[in-house]
């Protein structure tokens, strides 16, 4: 059973200050890992998928880099606007086994 | 590209009623689509996969006869909640792959939000 635990569950920066989010995972086999930006009330809205270690994808503020056993989702210079909640999923063409998340708040 | 909508997006409804939700892909055909539920403060748990043309899986624990799954076309799934409870209540999101690509990205609707009386 595929198993996905992220940290920390909350994170608080001030615009400009730039961290890491952690994504472990526990799989039989990868086939792939999925970060998702999700708003409140909305549904959640892919950012990257990556499929071996080693790879790294970026986009504007954000890169996502992964290991054999965890993944992190850089953030560069945040602005408030970032803020959200970030999701780690793992699966492939049978569904998704997401973590609980990452709630991200950005202060101006 | 790459849009998934929902319908109705909210729905209140008496227990013991069924409602019916709406998942499209507006954009892309989809042989595959998913149906998510996530409760307050909790990530999303996969209920089942739903294929066109065929029998939808669920996962453990997932009543079948309670969550009617139809997947008619390649743009369009239904899951009907049947007899409602207010247990039931809960943001039910869909999800669905491109069939023409060659990865496992899933792409979300909006959700619905189901509250029963």
């Known amino acids: 059973e595929d198993q996905v635990t992220q940290s920390p569950e909350a994170l608080r920066l001030q615009e400009g200050e730039s961290s890491s989010l952690n994504c472990s995972y526990t799989?039989?086999?990868?086939?792939?890992l999925f970060w998702y930006r999700q708003d409140p009330g909305k549904g959640p809205e892919f950012l990257f998928t990556?499929?071996?270690a080693g790879e790294e994808k970026e986009k504007e503020r954000l890169k996502a880099t992964l290991t054999k056993k965890e993944s992190f989702l850089h953030i560069t210079a945040p602005k408030p606007e970032d803020s959200a909640t970030y999701l780690c999923a793992v699966g492939g063409a049978d569904g998704l086994t997401f973590g609980k998340g990452t709630h991200l708040i950005i202060q101006p | 590209g790459a849009v998934v909508s929902q319908h109705p997006s909210r729905v209140i409804c008496k227990s013991g009623t069924s409602v019916k939700i709406e998942c499209r892909s507006l954009d892309f055909q989809a042989t595959t689509m998913f149906w998510y539920r996530q409760f307050p403060k909790q990530s999303l748990m996969l209920m089942a996969t739903?294929?066109?043309?065929?029998?939808?899986?669920?996962e453990q624990g997932v009543e079948k006869d309670k969550f009617l799954i139809n997947h008619a076309s390649l743009t369009l799934s239904t899951l009907t909640v049947t007899s409602a409870h207010p247990e039931d209540s809960s943001f039910y999101i869909c999800?669905?792959?491109?069939?023409?690509?060659?990865?496992?990205?899933?792409?979300f609707g909006p959700g619905t939000r189901l509250t029963v009386t």
């Open positions: 999800s669905a792959r491109d069939r023409s690509g060659n990865s496992y990205e899933q792409y």
């Open positions: 739903s294929n066109e043309g065929s029998k939808a899986t669920y």
């Open positions: 990556l499929y071996s």
């Open positions: 799989v039989s086999g990868l086939r792939g």
